[in-house]
């Protein structure tokens, strides 16, 4: 029997079970089941020089890899030696080859075992278990992504979603901050908030002046959904592009805000905010101007639902069904992925 199932009308439908968030079998599930099937932003394409190790969802995956470039090339390789596991390249650096600083195994660019000292006479070696592992990696308009058995391709995840976004994506981008944020509650919890506009109104009393709730629009797509908020002269203020289960790239006038959802525990959340600015003109105006305040005030209801959803009276709800599209689409997803 499936755990969790999520009516497709989402007039009859009733929201996640709070045993989703509360029970740490679930947490560790969604390990396997969601977060292996899916993809994760490493960094930009323009970051990456040489040879850089990196990790595919730290904390929760926490699979060592690296940035591998090859000539025109670049690859995702497994970052751990196929002798005894050591981690091969701690630090970024730029090389022709790659040697473990253990025992002197050496492999090329593109992952091939090259040799081994001290390995004579050993049989069956080399085979292709001494390469190192390719991993999948994918690029969305310089957007770096990894995998470690995507469910579908990038494409397909971020869908339809990047027609609609109203930004010029050939845009260069510098990363010029990085931010951490340590949210009390279930990292599912945070995103489903990200996830409907709804609570605009009552939440973002700043963020409210500036979005026109009335024209605010969600739109869902196969693994991804696009929010869309005007300003007061019908501009667009932001689109808001989740990708499932746990990315956020916030495109403003300004450049592009990426959110990164690390779950630590079924209680604790870490969200890690990269900013990337096109245009430092128009840091401080529109929707995208003080996103440290929106953040506060979204880590506080959050936090409140959090403590809300352990109530023996409390076990799930019902959607709005012009303002929680994202939310059921998101829950959805969930229910589809645990099985
Ligand atoms: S662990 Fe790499 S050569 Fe031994
Ligand atoms: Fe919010």
């Not at 990696?137 to 990894?146: D, H, I, K, S």
């Not at 609609?164 to 931010?179: C, G, H, S, W």
């Not at 003109?281 to 403590?307: F, N, W, Y």
């Amino acid at each position: 029997m499936a755990h969790f199932e999520i009516e497709p009308d989402i007039r009859r439908a009733r929201t996640l079970s709070s045993d989703f968030y509360l029970d740490p079998e679930f947490f560790e599930l969604s390990k396997e089941k969601i977060f292996e099937r899916t993809w994760h932003f490493l960094c930009r394409e323009s970051e990456v020089d040489g040879l850089w190790p990196t990790a595919i969802l730290p904390g929760v995956l926490d699979e060592p890899v690296m940035l591998a470039r090859d000539g025109g090339e670049l690859r995702c390789l497994s970052n751990v030696c196929t002798h005894r596991g050591k981690i091969l390249v701690e630090e970024p650096c730029k090389a022709n080859l790659i040697r473990c600083g253990y025992h002197g195994r050496r492999f090329s660019l593109d992952g091939k075992f090259l040799s081994m000292p001290e390995f004579d006479g050993v049989e069956n070696f080399p085979s292709e278990t001494d390469d190192l592992k390719q991993v999948p990696l994918a690029n969305w308009n310089g957007f770096l992504f990894a995998s470690i058995d995507p469910k579908d391709s990038l494409d397909a995840f971020v869908g339809e979603a990047a027609e609609q976004i109203e930004f010029d994506i050939k845009m260069p981008l510098k990363l010029t901050a990085k931010r951490e944020y340590r949210v009390n509650a279930h990292w599912a919890l945070y995103c489903e908030n990200y996830l409907e506009g709804f609570h605009i109104p009552y939440v973002h009393k700043g963020l409210n002046e500036i979005v026109d709730y009335g024209t605010y629009t969600t739109e869902t797509f196969r693994y991804s959904s696009l929010q869309t908020g005007h300003d007061s002269e019908g501009k667009v203020a932001a689109n808001y592009l989740f990708i499932f289960p746990n990315l956020m790239f916030n495109f403003y006038p300004w450049g592009v805000s990426v959110n990164v959802v690390r779950p630590v525990s079924p209680g604790e959340t870490v969200v890690e905010f990269l900013t990337y600015v096109g245009d430092t003109a128009l840091l401080d105006h529109g929707a995208g101007s003080d996103l440290h305040g929106v953040e506060m005030e979204d880590e506080a209801v959050v936090e409140s639902v959090q403590r809300g959803i352990r109530s023996r009276f409390y076990s799930h709800g019902r959607y709005s069904p012009t303002r929680e599209q994202g939310t059921h689409h998101f829950h959805r997803l969930i229910a589809e992925l645990i099985g």
